[in-house]
Each structure stands twice: as structure tokens, then as C-alpha cells.
């Protein structure tokens, strides 16, 4: 599930799901919980820009809901944006 949103004149794209990929012929697992990335990138880039940045939600076991996991990823997005990165460009490697 992707939520796209944007923060401070950047591009956010909230990427939540399953902690363990679906198995052919089965349908979603959602008891095991979920798993959350986000892409930052600036207005009209592409997602092979240097301007775009895929970066995966910290945390110690999965969110237990998917609501969980997107304001996760909303407040992650938000600290990176703000400078959360001890200095560092958002656009530099990690």
C-alpha cells in the first residue's frame, strides 16, 4: 500500500507492508504485522534521481497495525526532512 503526501516542498511516498511476503496461492498475511519504508523526493524527479531517497522505517519488530506503521512513517519522514540526519544532506548516503 502506498500513500503519497508532501512535507516542507517534497514528495513523501509511504510504503507499508507485510512483514512476510505472501505465499502463491494464499492471501495476506496481516496477523504477523507490518513492515514500512518511505521515499523522499523532490517535485517531478524520478525514483532513480539523486534527488530521491528510499529509506526504511527503523524499528525493533514490526508495527502491529498498518495505521501504526504510516504515522511511523510520517514522523520518520517529517525528523529525516527536518535535519534528523546528525548534519548530513538528506540526499547524501547513508
Known amino acids: 500500500m502506498t500513500t503519497n503526501r508532501h512535507y516542507r516542498g517534497l514528495d513523501i511516498s509511504l510504503l507499508v507492508y507485510p512483514h512476510h511476503a505472501t505465499q502463491a496461492g494464499s492471501g495476506h498475511n496481516y496477523e504477523e504485522g507490518f513492515d514500512a519504508s518511505i521515499r523522499i523526493s523532490e517535485p517531478g524527479s524520478g525514483m532513480d534521481s539523486a534527488k530521491s531517497r528510499l529509506f526504511r522505517v527503523p524499528g525493533k519488530r514490526p508495527f502491529e497495525h498498518s ?20 548534519g548530513r544532506s538528506l540526499w547524501e548516503p547513508a
Open 67 to 86: 495505521g501504526d506503521a504510516r504515522r511511523a512513517s510520517v514522523a520518520y519522514a517529517e525528523m529525516l526532512i527536518d535535519g534528523g540526519r546528525s
